[in-house]
């Protein structure tokens, strides 16, 4: 229980600070792309690469490369995140996981909805409010330091894993390209050779990473998002290690005392020393378990690098203002998805859910704090920026969206923290 603490810890203080290298891309992004350096910030996003593999051949241009290749190590991650969660975390028992999975679901239910009552007649962007941005609304929690309470920060991860795991399905399910059954078969069989080595039980990690790579490109070939390959690669890595923590204490206990045994006058370590040195690194690498090594290796990845660059690449865009009254109601109601949609979603559905006695709030979080979580949700940022890319083809779409994701993402923010200090300012009261 200690470690997944720490590592809910960890995962916190790397999704914070990526929150705010992601603010910094963004204003970056944007600043370039009005600048005069405009023609050759989207020349170089535009700029098409290939890669070819023997008759196969795949080829897109920079930006797709960032949002089909990086990003599917980013949800390779997100997968990871899902299946801890799920077998050891905070979505391990029907207890823990109820209160925030229920306000997952309304909190993608209803944003979905509102998005559709504006868009009746062409209602595919309505995965658009449905995301939230997990790193930037903990960046914002990280600013407010000791203000937080910590149950709300544990309630904000859990909902986003619920989150993430909707927005598997819905880019999984709706955003996909023409089908191209005939690789089906060819995916197929990539993905059960994966699962025959989880069921062999086989815990080196590189035999996966190069059999998700074929995945990747056969998915990519089937017309299904690629990024998808991630999360179902994600899924087939073994949680267990090859030895348990009790056969390492021994083991290296044992190799530990030989190193001691054999320390000499000599300036450099003898034969005896390096084998036990060797013995204890590879049971080192014996008890790690392969998800969680993984995972933790690709944090840091991720956090510092796939979603900034992913923000650079993406958040680029001309400020324009007419886009957005040329496609008002496509805007309006991801704005109102996020802002109002969102909050109604989370604290409407888990509210009514503990009325039916279906679940209960956590008794160290109150209900201003599950509203102010309900704002936050509604920063949707780079993950409904990139539901916007599969879901619009037209550039000055496109465009008015990402305007409307900023102002929504940047008033919900707003909203959550106002709720966040008043909540602290009632409980330092008593009230």
């Not at 000791?146 to 619920?162: I, Q, R, S």
């Not at 979080?365 to 102010?372: F, H, M, P």
């Not at 539901?387 to 619009?392: E, G, K, R, V």
């Not at 106002?418 to 909540?423: F, G, M």
């Amino acid at each position: 229980m200690t470690q997944h603490l720490h590592a809910i810890d960890r995962f916190i203080k790397d999704e914070s600070f990526s929150g705010v290298l992601l603010f910094i891309a963004t204003i970056a992004a944007v600043m370039v792309a009005n600048s005069a350096l405009s023609e050759s910030y989207f020349a170089l996003w535009n700029m098409a690469l290939g890669v070819t593999l023997g008759e196969h051949t795949i080829s897109m241009n920079l930006t797709h490369w960032i949002n089909d290749g990086l990003m599917a190590l980013f949800f390779l991650m997100v997968g990871l995140e899902i299946k801890r969660e799920l077998l050891i975390g905070e979505l391990s028992s029907v207890q823990k996981a109820s209160f925030p999975i229920v306000a997952a679901i309304g909190g993608m239910v209803i944003p979905a909805l509102v998005y559709i009552s504006f868009n009746i007649d062409d209602p595919k962007g309505f995965g658009i409010p449905m995301a939230t941005d997990i790193a930037f609304a903990l960046g914002i929690l990280m600013l407010l330091g000791k203000k937080v309470n910590p149950a709300l920060k544990l309630f904000l991860v859990a909902l986003a894993v619920v989150d993430d795991l909707g927005a598997v399905i819905v880019v999984a399910t709706v955003y996909t390209n023409e089908i191209h059954a005939e690789y089906f078969l060819h995916a197929g069989l990539v993905y059960a050779l994966i699962w025959i080595l989880n069921l062999k039980k086989v815990t080196m990690l590189m035999p996966y990473l190069l059999l998700g790579i074929a995945l990747w490109i056969f998915i990519h070939s089937v017309g299904v998002h690629a990024t998808i390959a991630g999360v179902l690669l994600a899924f087939a890595i073994p949680i267990s290690s090859k030895v348990n923590e009790k056969e390492f204490l021994e083991s290296t206990s044992e190799s530990v005392q030989e190193f001691a045994n054999n320390i000499d006058t000599i300036p450099i370590l003898n034969h005896h020393q390096i084998d036990a040195l060797e013995d204890i690194a590879y049971n080192y690498d014996k008890v790690q378990n392969p998800l969680v090594k993984l995972e933790h290796q690709l944090h840091g990845l991720s956090a510092f690098f796939i979603m900034p660059l992913f923000a650079f690449s993406n958040a680029g865009v001309i400020l324009d203002f007419s886009a957005v009254s040329q496609n008002m109601m496509i805007v309006v109601g991801v704005v109102l998805g996020l802002i109002v949609g969102k909050p109604i979603g989370i604290v409407g559905f888990t509210y009514l859910a503990q009325k039916l006695k279906i679940v209960k709030k956590p008794d160290d979080l109150t209900w201003g704090e599950v509203i102010a979580v309900g704002f936050l949700g509604g920063i949707g940022f780079t993950m409904s920026i990139f539901i916007t890319q599969l879901a619009f083809l037209d550039q000055s779409i496109i465009d008015a969206v990402k305007l409307g994701i900023f102002f929504a993402s940047f008033i919900a923010g707003v909203l959550g923290v106002l709720l966040i200090l008043r909540a602290y300012k009632n409980k330092v009261a008593g009230v």
